[in-house]
């Protein structure tokens, strides 16, 4: 590399920074890049770190306190720091590991982030996603670019330090429109004591250090093992646990003991004795039937007044606002937790069908749509590998299901019974929502029964497919610019007016959804489709990309799919309107003597008169 490309200036400590430890040349030890502009002080860090186990809900709990804040009027950034070395989660198995989840700006990241989204009403961004891949990545493309002259390259404190410079960059611009975060609540994967997470714990405990006292409160998020046989609470796990970070150099602020009943008093005085943690801040984190009551009891406990203490917040609190974020956020549990008006099942079809986690978003989705229209629903996982167009009605039997949604998904597994499923909801009138390959298996199933395009397929199972009605397109990509990759992130969809579509986003004429495909429906289908009667009623603004279908009213209650994935953008107070359509349609297709008005008005479209039987003129047959 010529000498000329070498420069130190992008990590060059900052001497301002640096003089507090009584050095302000690059020689010290204290080697620290410090992003321009930042103050010390300026921002505070909360830290959750888990022990004893993972998957104990560090994300949950980490997104409840940022809720508990944000309400308090303080600008909160989240960010998820995972140990794996993979560059982003853009190829992990959801089987193994739980849904990819989308950002906005076309991120793939872990589910956890959507925790965050929903919990906080807040779009992220890849600034709140790091990985240990990406931290190598930048180290290693620094030190052949000559960044690190004069000096050998290690874990502490480059690696570390290079921890420490993202968080504070999120601090300065990872709030509300790119402006500063009072509190960043970053959260670890993994548990401490792990190898692979170690240089994040090292360097959240130097940034603790040099950012000084009240910067930052560290909780401890522990697991309190009851053992059937003894029938008591037992501390020991979790001593030991607590005790490994202590080992670390860093003394928990807080503990959040994580159990499936209500932590007892004598478990909570061992912890508070072995860990040097007051009682008062060693807080039972017991199951609850919704994440979504958790913050409020957090408050209760008093949670959220010992961090604002334990950073020295309290001036900074908006108690007005507080109030009113509180009971909007109550009226929806209260909702949550009240008795439901109705109670309909809906299918889903989805491979290795019991692993939730691969459909949390869905699951969420469901969740807000069906508080908010106040219906029980049952989940039936249904595996389409068995079904075929024969038996396909014992699979789905109309009156025990209400609705269907056929998700994304990848391969060809599947493929044909879901085709098949599809087919027998269009012709019996089944509510449904096809969400990306869900949209795709709905184009070609419509091609195959309804065009006579019997060898409709898509090129990601068969690329010689003699109709490839769902195909991938290489001008498209080009204009996307995306190159081989997948279409990722959001995009503008254009609504047609008075659809079914553009009935549900309340008469919007453009919105924005996530996407994350590589096929989509062949421009040169388009047309025979749409003499067909299939209704492309969401488009890409200036490209040929077909973002929405449906089927009319007059043929179909409630027959609707996206390329994108509506489930990624549904919020508690904003539930997703697809979704919220399909359970309407399900509790009218349950309770079909039940006034649309005891339903719901704003979510059930009166369909429009039939004139007779002349415009119905594609084949609404069914055909099996
Ligand atoms: N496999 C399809 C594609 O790549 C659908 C992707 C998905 O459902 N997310 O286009």
Same mark, same amino acid.
């Not at 874990?155 to 993202?166: A, D, L, Q, S, Y």
């Not at 609707?560 to 309407?584: K, N």
């Given at each position: 590399?010529?000498?000329?490309?070498?420069?130190?200036?992008?990590?060059?400590?900052?001497?301002?920074?640096?003089?507090?430890?009584?050095?302000?040349?690059?020689?010290?030890?204290? /080697?620290?890049?410090?992003?321009?502009?930042?103050?010390?002080?300026?921002?505070? !860090?909360?830290?959750?770190?888990?022990?004893?186990?993972?998957?104990?809900?560090?994300?949950?709990?980490?997104?409840?306190?940022?809720?508990? %804040?944000?309400?308090?009027?303080?600008?909160?950034?989240?960010?998820?720091?995972?140990?794996?070395?993979?560059?982003?989660?853009?190829?992990?198995?959801? !089987?193994? +590991?739980?849904?990819?989840?989308?950002?906005?700006?076309?991120?793939?990241?872990?589910?956890?982030?959507?925790?965050?989204?929903?919990?906080?009403?807040?779009?992220?961004?890849?600034?709140?996603?790091?990985?240990?891949?990406?931290?190598?990545?930048?180290?290693?493309?620094?030190?052949?670019?000559?960044?690190?002259?004069?000096?050998?390259?290690?874990?502490?404190?480059?690696?570390?330090?290079?921890?420490?410079?993202?968080?504070?960059?999120?601090?300065?611009?990872? #709030?509300?429109?790119?402006?500063?975060?009072?509190?960043?609540?970053?959260?670890?994967?993994?548990?401490?004591?792990?190898?692979?997470?170690?240089? !994040?714990?090292?360097?959240?405990?130097?940034?603790?250090?040099?950012?000084?006292?009240?910067?930052?409160?560290?909780?401890?998020?522990? !697991?309190?093992?009851?053992?059937?046989?003894?029938?008591?609470?037992?501390?020991?796990?979790?001593?030991?646990?607590?005790?490994?970070?202590?080992?670390?150099?860093?003394?928990?602020?807080?503990?959040?003991?994580?159990? +499936?009943?209500?932590? &007892?008093? &004598?478990?909570?005085?061992?912890?508070?004795?072995?860990?040097?943690?007051?009682?008062?801040?060693?807080?039972?984190?017991?199951?609850?039937?919704?994440?979504?009551?958790?913050?409020?009891?957090?408050?209760?406990?008093?949670?959220?007044?010992?961090?604002?203490? @334990?950073?020295?917040?309290?001036?900074?609190?908006?108690?007005?606002?507080?109030?009113?974020?509180?009971?909007?956020?109550?009226?929806?549990?209260?909702?949550?937790?009240?008795?439901?008006?109705?109670?309909?099942?809906? #299918?889903?079809?989805?491979? /290795?069908?019991?692993?939730?986690?691969?459909?949390?978003?869905?699951?969420?989705?469901?969740?807000?749509?069906?508080?908010?229209?106040?219906?029980?629903?049952?989940?039936?996982?249904?595996?389409?590998?068995?079904?075929?167009?024969?038996?396909?009605?014992? +699979?789905?039997?109309?009156?025990?299901?209400?609705?269907?949604?056929?998700?994304?998904?990848?391969?060809?597994?599947?493929?044909?019974?879901?085709?098949?499923? @599809?087919?027998?909801?269009?012709?019996?009138?089944?509510?449904?929502?096809?969400?990306?390959?869900?949209?795709?298996?709905?184009?070609?199933? /419509?091609?195959?029964?309804?065009?006579?395009?019997?060898?409709?397929?898509?090129?990601?199972?068969?690329? +010689?497919?003699?109709?490839?009605?769902?195909?991938? %397109?290489?001008?498209?990509?080009?204009?996307?610019?995306?190159?081989?990759?997948?279409?990722?992130?959001?995009?503008?969809?254009?609504?047609? &007016?008075?659809?079914?579509?553009?009935?549900?986003?309340?008469?919007?004429?453009?919105?924005?959804?996530?996407?994350?495909?590589?096929?989509?429906?062949?421009?040169? /289908?388009?047309?025979?489709?749409?003499?067909?009667?299939?209704?492309?009623?969401?488009?890409?603004?200036?490209?040929?990309?077909?973002?929405?279908?449906?089927?009319?009213?007059?043929?179909?209650?409630?027959?609707?799919?996206?390329?994108?994935?509506?489930?990624?953008?549904?919020?508690? %107070?904003?539930?997703?309107?697809?979704?919220?359509?399909?359970?309407?349609?399900?509790?009218?297709?349950?309770?079909?003597?039940?006034?649309?008005?005891?339903?719901?008005?704003?979510?059930?479209?009166?369909?429009?008169?039939?004139?007779?039987?002349?415009?119905?003129?594609?084949?609404?047959?069914?055909?099996?």
């Amino acid at each position: 590399m010529p000498p000329s490309n070498r420069s130190s200036s992008d990590v060059k400590a900052d001497p301002g920074f640096l003089a507090q430890f009584g050095r302000s040349d690059e020689t010290t030890e204290f /080697y620290s890049p410090i992003p321009d502009g930042y103050q010390r002080g300026r921002h505070r !860090y909360v830290v959750v770190v888990g022990t004893v186990m993972s998957g104990l809900g560090k994300g949950i709990f980490s997104s409840s306190v940022a809720k508990l %804040l944000k309400d308090k009027g303080l600008s909160v950034a989240p960010i998820k720091m995972e140990g794996y070395l993979n560059i982003d989660s853009g190829t992990l198995n959801p !089987y193994r +590991h739980g849904e990819v989840f989308v950002l906005d700006d076309g991120t793939e990241c872990d589910m956890d982030l959507g925790t965050y989204e929903r919990m906080l009403d807040q779009n992220l961004s890849r600034a709140n996603f790091v990985t240990s891949g990406q931290i190598y990545t930048e180290i290693l493309e620094r030190e052949r670019r000559g960044g690190y002259l004069g000096r050998d390259v290690q874990m502490i404190p480059h690696v570390t330090g290079e921890v420490k410079r993202r968080i504070r960059k999120l601090a300065m611009t990872g #709030g509300p429109d790119g402006g500063p975060a009072d509190v960043v609540f970053i959260e670890v994967g993994g548990t401490v004591g792990d190898h692979e997470n170690a240089f !994040y714990i090292e360097a959240l405990r130097e940034l603790a250090f040099e950012d000084g006292p009240e910067s930052t409160c560290f909780v401890a998020l522990t !697991y309190v093992l009851e053992p059937q046989i003894l029938g008591e609470q037992k501390s020991k796990a979790a001593q030991l646990g607590i005790k490994r970070v202590m080992e670390a150099g860093i003394q928990p602020d807080i503990l959040a003991c994580r159990a +499936h009943n209500p932590v &007892t008093e &004598t478990v909570r005085q061992k912890l508070a004795m072995f860990s040097n943690v007051p009682m008062h801040r060693v807080f039972s984190m017991h199951d609850r039937e919704s994440i979504y009551t958790i913050p409020e009891a957090m408050r209760g406990e008093g949670l959220d007044r010992e961090i604002l203490s @334990i950073l020295n917040l309290h001036s900074r609190v908006h108690p007005a606002a507080e109030d009113r974020a509180r009971r909007r956020w109550a009226e929806f549990t209260s909702r949550l937790t009240a008795p439901r008006a109705h109670t309909i099942t809906i #299918g889903i079809t989805g491979k /290795y069908a019991a692993l939730r986690d691969a459909y949390a978003s869905i699951d969420k989705a469901i969740e807000h749509a069906s508080t908010h229209l106040s219906a029980n629903v049952e989940i039936r996982w249904i595996d389409t590998s068995e079904i075929t167009a024969a038996n396909v009605a014992t +699979h789905l039997p109309v009156d025990e299901i209400h609705g269907i949604i056929v998700p994304g998904g990848f391969g060809e597994r599947g493929i044909e019974g879901k085709i098949a499923c @599809i087919q027998h909801v269009r012709n019996l009138g089944l509510p449904y929502l096809g969400l990306c390959l869900g949209f795709q298996m709905a184009v070609i199933e /419509y091609a195959r029964h309804v065009l006579h395009l019997e060898r409709a397929n898509t090129t990601e199972v068969d690329p +010689h497919a003699t109709n490839p009605v769902i195909s991938e %397109l290489p001008e498209q990509k080009k204009i996307e610019g995306l190159g081989g990759t997948m279409r990722l992130g959001a995009q503008d969809v254009d609504l047609t &007016t008075d659809s079914l579509a553009s009935f549900l986003y309340d008469g919007a004429s453009t919105v924005r959804e996530r996407f994350r495909h590589r096929y989509e429906v062949d421009p040169n /289908y388009i047309d025979a489709l749409t003499e067909g009667g299939l209704v492309f009623s969401g488009r890409h603004p200036q490209h040929p990309i077909m973002q929405i279908l449906e089927l009319p009213q007059t043929v179909h209650p409630y027959f609707i799919a996206a390329q994108f994935h509506p489930e990624l953008t549904s919020r508690p %107070l904003r539930p997703q309107p697809m979704f919220m359509g399909l359970i309407a349609s399900a509790i009218a297709h349950a309770s079909p003597d039940l006034p649309r008005s005891a339903i719901s008005e704003r979510w059930l479209r009166v369909p429009p008169k039939k004139n007779g039987a002349e415009e119905n003129h594609h084949s609404f047959v069914p055909s099996a």
